[in-house]
């Protein structure tokens, strides 16, 4: 064999380990390439799953918030309805008719003495002072004097120990307070 012909041998065999090599080359790249693929579809579908549950997220808080500014604006405007409620009684109780006064004081007095036992001393405003007196001397107790008050009357014992606030402004406050339970209890079901 001469020379030349060792030197195609040999070409040859570089030539098919160059060939061998390449494709295990392009084998490899095609296998790296379709397992980078595979990380980076996973990569994605992990990226969208994240996305949507972070959108989800989002749009719930979004709806929370949305339901607490209703929940807000409703108490609000019971609040206010309830003010203008009690503003309006307030007006009445003070521009009540002379007879439709008598009978309310006549009440209130009565329910004192129902209340303490031992009532004996009457108080009222100025306004009030000339009924509450008549009032309070045909059921066995003395007008002690007057208070600074928009209507209604206070009644204490003979011992001046225990007394009974039945003005109207304090009536009204109860009232006022047991109405914003009831609306606590209708908004936050029964949870304060």
Do not use: P, W
């Amino acid at each position: 064999m001469g020379l030349e012909e060792v030197e195609a041998d040999i070409r040859k065999r570089i030539e098919a380990q160059v060939s061998s090599i390449l494709a295990e080359a392009e084998k490899d790249a095609e296998q790296i390439i379709s397992k980078g693929k595979g990380q980076v579809s996973g990569l994605k579908k992990t990226r969208e799953e994240e996305i949507s549950k972070i959108s989800s997220e989002h749009r719930n808080r979004e709806i929370a918030q949305a339901r607490m500014n209703a929940r807000k604006e409703i108490l609000d405007a019971k609040k206010e309805a309830i003010e203008n409620l009690f503003a309006g009684i307030e007006e009445k109780l003070t521009g009540l008719s002379a007879a439709d006064k008598k009978e309310i004081l006549t009440a209130l007095v009565e329910k004192a003495k129902h209340n303490l036992a031992d009532a004996k001393h009457v108080y009222s405003n100025k306004e009030d002072k000339k009924e509450v007196s008549a009032i309070a001397s045909k059921h066995g107790l003395a007008y002690a004097g007057t208070i600074d008050c928009r209507g209604g009357l206070v009644v204490e014992n003979k011992d001046k120990e225990v007394r009974l606030d039945f003005t109207y402004e304090t009536l009204l406050a109860d009232f006022r307070k047991e109405a914003m339970k009831e609306l606590a209890t209708q908004l936050f079901g029964g949870k304060q």
